[in-house]
């Protein structure tokens, strides 16, 4: 297992289309973490779950987003009715719930047209 | 959520300067985070910082914390060209997620 990896790595959408992410966590770790990160900015975070459940999401996740982890393992994130103001990195990571690195995966860019 | 704000935002250097990138955080949490970020690409982990007064390094970065000051610094010795990239600092909040600051865009000039 080489790390968190996310699918696909560009997707180029036309607003108004829905689109979804998937994410694969590093086997075994019970913590994922979806964040946002749009261009010349920070992460921001956007939803966690433990196992399959989902613990927090943020302000930021209207109600267009949606999150699951169905088993505790790989996570989808999906988005519908684009607009363009969603542009951006998608980031996921993971973790052991009593430990604490977060490893980020390579990362979703979407640009919405 | 509370913010994390990072000092400069950018900065140019040149190769075999010194230099301090400030990051200061408005909550009591004693776990800092520090990542590079090179453009296009993912995070790198850097330093996980666990309690006050901590100091790591690792070759010519070195990260601390201060915990009562809310404050960590990364110092940067004698840089190199292959250090040019954002660094990020993050504070773990509500033992649940984690709040970036705005990045320190690095360049390194030979």
């Known amino acids: 297992d080489t790390g968190v990896s996310q699918n696909p790595r560009h997707k180029i959408t036309k607003r108004g289309q829905n689109v979804t992410f998937r994410c694969d966590p590093i086997?075994?770790?019970?913590?994922l973490y979806w964040y946002r990160q749009t261009l010349g900015q920070g992460p921001e975070f956007l939803t966690y779950?433990?196992?399959?459940?989902?613990?927090?999401k943020s302000r930021l996740l209207s109600d267009r987003f949606s999150a699951e982890r169905p088993k505790g393992s790989f996570s989808t994130l999906e988005i519908q009715r684009t607009e363009q103001g969603d542009s951006a990195m998608y980031l996921c990571a993971s973790s052991f719930a009593l430990e604490y690195e977060q490893y980020f995966g390579p990362g979703t860019r979407l640009t919405v047209t | 959520e509370l913010k994390v704000e990072q000092n400069p935002l950018f900065l140019s250097m040149q190769e075999g300067k010194n230099y301090t990138i400030y990051c200061n955080y408005s909550?009591?949490?004693?776990?800092l985070y520090w990542y590079r970020q090179d453009p296009g690409k993912s995070l790198e982990s850097l330093f996980v910082l666990l309690s006050n007064g901590a100091v790591k390094q690792e070759g010519r970065l070195m990260a601390s914390l201060d915990t009562k000051a809310r404050l960590s610094t990364l110092h940067i010795t004698a840089a190199v060209h292959d250090l040019s990239a954002t660094y990020f600092c993050?504070?773990?909040?509500?033992?649940?997620?984690?709040?970036f600051g705005q990045g320190t865009r690095l360049t390194i000039n030979p």
């Open positions: 779950f433990q196992n399959e459940a989902q613990l927090e």
């Open positions: 993050a504070d773990f909040q509500g033992a649940q997620k984690l709040v």
């Open positions: 909550t009591t949490s004693d776990r």
């Open positions: 086997s075994e770790h019970n913590r």
